[in-house]
């Protein structure tokens, strides 16, 4: 996992009718503000489908874990961690999030 001076990490939490997931990620305090950004405009979209949608400071999951990955995005470096109750997260998530450009 990632770490240093400057780091910091979030929590993305959403729930709904088929189960939770929380989305940890670990980066540069301007990484995570870049993705509580985008999390809050995909939230007023109305993205989340009736979801819960929640970030909050720091790792706060309660689900199982399903599989972390370390991404490296036009210069930024940042570590995810996803953990899940739904049995159709898998490890491919970590592996699409990866091959992504996002934040």
């Known amino acids: 996992m990632l770490a240093?001076?400057?780091?910091?990490?979030a929590t993305l939490s959403i729930s709904g009718p088929n189960g939770s997931l929380s989305l940890v990620m670990t980066g540069s305090d301007s990484t995570i503000s870049a993705f509580e950004?985008?999390?809050?405009?995909?939230i007023?979209?109305?993205?989340?489908g009736g979801a819960t949608v929640n970030t909050l400071?720091?790792?706060?999951h309660t689900e199982p874990a399903v599989c972390q990955t370390d991404v490296t995005d036009n210069?930024?470096?940042y570590h995810v961690a996803i953990y899940s109750t739904n049995a159709a997260v898998t490890s491919a998530t970590c592996s699409a999030i990866a091959s992504s450009t996002a934040p």
């Open 75 to 77: 210069g930024a470096q």
């Open 4 to 9: 240093g001076c400057g780091s910091k990490t």
């Open 37 to 42: 950004s985008k999390v809050a405009s995909l």
């Open 57 to 60: 400071d720091g790792d706060q």
């Open 44 to 48: 007023s979209s109305g993205v989340a």
